[in-house]
């Protein structure tokens, strides 16, 4: 069986844990948070950093600490993850959506515009397998009609646009440490902000809303989504190799396009776009006459994990319940949802299985 994702913990960790237990410091108080947090935001050129329980939970309280509430639009791509949709509607917030765009399968931000109006209060850019969202125009619009932009970066350690480090355009950025990101620490999250108001409050917002001056009194309610220590050690660890795993994640991206170039009946992402070279966080293809449910289970018979692609927001019955999105498409969307899936592209697969992957996928097409 060669898994979906397979993580690599091959540096400091061991170290750094042992160093946790052997001092009892194991909580969300302890030295690896703040060296985490310190050390993440000077990687991403940002002055603050808020480590978390998970990206979901960053979401969550960048949500609510830019303000947004009851009544509250925010535009967003169809084509993403629940969570930074889940985050608007617990807000009290509406998630108004745009499709993907055919290329990067981020949001198409030529369609934004025309979703803007008095009641919208923020851009969601969500970040998705490889290629950064297209930034420039989503800024000036942002400037424009004065909304927040909350930038999903979950899948995009590393990666810049035109240059600059994705996780550095959001009044709020957050980051996931999922174990199948660039970098892990088994579960967990960052915020990443330059006003050092918001990042205080998302640390009130992180911590049950506790003050200083009166423990256990409290104005608001907020969550407790604190990391510990442990996982902000394996963090450290994983931040030491950065430049390794996105070098190992294009290397995995370069030896399946090889191998898979000439294969009739499926797509491939790009290698680069006009602002990004691909970051393959996960190997993603598109089938041009199979779904994706079908190739999936032939490639399952053959041992090889895969992964179907986010599911759209306006399909998600959750949100069809509550009578939204009825009657709203997104052709682009919907096509890579029942079309795309992805391969084992972890940082732990190996030369061989690549080649293994590749050759069952080519003889099932
Ligand atoms: C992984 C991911 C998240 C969620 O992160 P968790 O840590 O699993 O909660 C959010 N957004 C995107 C785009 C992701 O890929």
């Not at 061991?14 to 969300?28: A, F, H, M, Q, V």
């Not at 003050?211 to 309610?221: A, T």
């Not at 991206?253 to 290698?271: F, T, W």
Request: charged share 20%; glycine share 8%; with cysteine.
């Amino acid at each position: 069986m060669i898994p979906v994702n397979t993580p690599l913990l091959n540096g400091n960790e061991k170290k750094y844990l042992n160093e946790c237990i052997d001092t009892g410091w194991i909580s969300s108080e302890g030295p690896f948070i703040k060296r985490f947090e310190e050390e993440m935001a000077s990687y991403v050129g940002r002055k603050f950093g808020v480590a978390v329980s998970n990206g979901s939970a960053a979401l969550d309280i960048a949500v609510r600490a830019l303000g947004i509430k009851e009544g509250d639009e925010v535009i967003m791509p169809t084509f993403t993850i629940i969570s930074p949709a889940q985050s608007v509607v617990y807000a009290g917030g509406k998630p108004i959506l745009v499709d993907a765009d055919a290329q990067t399968w981020c949001m198409d931000v030529n369609q934004i515009e025309a979703k803007i109006t008095p009641k919208t209060r923020a851009i969601i850019v969500v970040h998705i397998y490889g290629f950064p969202t297209d930034m420039d125009l989503v800024i000036a619009l942002a400037n424009k009609y004065k909304l927040h932009i909350i930038e999903d970066a979950a899948e995009m350690h590393g990666q810049t646009y035109k240059g600059r480090q994705c996780g550095s355009f959001g009044h709020i950025s957050i980051f996931s440490f999922y174990p199948n990101k660039h970098i892990t620490t088994g579960e967990g999250g960052m915020i990443m902000t330059d006003d050092e108001t918001l990042a205080e409050k998302c640390k009130y917002y992180r911590n049950l809303c506790f003050k200083p001056e009166r423990r256990f009194v409290h104005e608001e309610l907020g969550w407790n989504y604190r990391m510990t220590n442990l996982q902000a050690a394996v963090g450290v660890a994983q931040l030491e190799k950065i430049d390794t795993h996105i070098l190992r994640k294009r290397e995995i991206g370069a030896l399946y396009n090889l191998y898979l170039q000439n294969v009739s009946g499926i797509e491939l992402m790009p290698v680069n776009t006009s602002f990004a070279e691909n970051i393959y966080w996960v190997y993603a293809v598109v089938s041009k006459n199979k779904t994706a449910i079908q190739l999936m289970k032939l490639l399952g018979e053959k041992g090889i994990g895969t992964r179907p692609f986010f599911y759209p927001m306006h399909l998600q019955p959750v949100f069809q319940k509550k009578g939204w999105f009825i009657s709203e498409h997104y052709p682009v969307a919907e096509r890579i949802a029942e079309y795309g899936f992805y391969l084992p592209s972890g940082l732990g697969i190996t030369d061989e299985e690549i080649m293994e992957v590749s050759d069952a996928l080519k003889s099932i097409l």
